[in-house]
């Protein structure tokens, strides 16, 4: 397996646009995470999906923030319109059910956003 | 909300030293992780702990869960530079969501 595979890998955006992310995890993984990681806020959950069920958003900051995951393949994050203050790495991470097994989250390579 | 804290923020050993980070939660946790962050890069699954008292190795990496389920540790032994890195711990009360500690950058110097 690839892997859970992000993209862009990169995000350079004027303030005002609207961005997507877009995450692809792993083959059989149950659960989609995605997190944003700043030096001030650390690894920071935004929303997660079991089954491609949408189940505690708790962590998305605004209204600007959505995310949706139309099958078991595809996730996407989505901002709009952008802030200079949404720049961070968001990760894309999936997991199996963690408690039944020695299994963790396997992260994306992530995408670094910047809006400037 | 939950949170764990981890300590120290920021570590520099010389080569060959120890070094030991910790990660502490006011409440009983269902199970603790801990990650690798190399810089630039992403975080890395290294292990789970989910038994009271549970000790686990990997090489000269030793990872404890506290006996009250409210702490844990990681230990290195004689730190090489190949363990530069944030490590995270991160741990779940219930079900499958995990709160990431700060971390601890590990500097090493040669």
């Known amino acids: 397996d690839a892997g859970v595979i992000q993209s862009p890998r990169h995000e350079v955006t004027e303030m005002g646009q609207e961005v997507t992310l877009r995450c692809k995890p792993i083959s059989g993984h149950d659960y989609l995470f995605w997190y944003r990681q700043t030096m001030m806020r650390g690894l920071e959950l935004l929303i997660y999906?079991?089954?491609?069920?949408?189940?505690?958003d708790s962590g998305m900051p605004e209204d600007r923030f959505s995310a949706k995951m139309p099958n078991a393949s595809f996730s996407t994050l989505k901002i709009q319109p952008s802030e200079p203050r949404d720049s961070a790495v968001y990760f894309c991470?999936?997991?199996?059910?963690?408690?039944?097994?020695?299994?963790?989250?396997?992260f994306g390579s992530g995408t670094r956003l910047t809006v400037v | 909300g939950q949170q764990v804290m981890q300590i120290p923020q920021y570590q520099h050993v010389q080569e060959g030293e120890d070094f030991t980070t910790y990660c502490n939660s006011s409440t009983t946790l269902s199970n603790i992780q801990w990650y690798k962050q190399r810089p630039g890069g992403h975080p890395v699954f290294l292990i789970q702990?989910?038994?009271?008292?549970e000790v686990k190795k990997q090489k000269r990496l030793t990872f404890q869960f506290g006996e009250a389920k409210k702490n844990s540790s990681l230990h290195i032994t004689a730190t090489q530079t190949t363990d530069v890195g944030t490590y995270f711990c991160a741990a779940s009360r219930y079900g499958n969501k995990l709160v990431f500690g700060a971390g601890t950058i590990l500097r090493v110097k040669s």
């Open positions: 991470a999936s997991s199996l059910l963690v408690q039944v097994g020695d299994y963790g989250y396997t």
């Open positions: 999906f079991n089954n491609n069920v949408p189940i505690d």
């Open positions: 702990l989910v038994k009271s008292g």
